[in-house]
């Protein structure tokens, strides 16, 4: 599935979606399996970072 339909179907169940548009939204798959933030802290916490960075400038 691309990334694009996997964030197109995401956002569809989001209630309110002002905090979280289609122009916003981003999608990284890593894969940590169910322990990703003690496998891949530096990573999951970089995209975040880095997404609210561009957000909420």
């Known amino acids: 599935m691309a ?7 995401y956002l ?3 209630p309110d979606p002002s905090p979280v548009s289609p ?8 894969d940590g399996g169910r322990f990703l933030l003690e496998s891949h802290l530096h990573v999951v916490a970089g995209y ?7 957000v909420l400038g």
């Open 3 to 9: 990334t694009r339909q996997f964030r197109r179907q």
């Open 12 to 14: 569809h169940g989001v």
């Open 48 to 54: 975040v970072r880095g997404y609210l960075g561009r």
């Open 23 to 30: 122009d916003t939204a981003e999608v990284h798959l890593i």
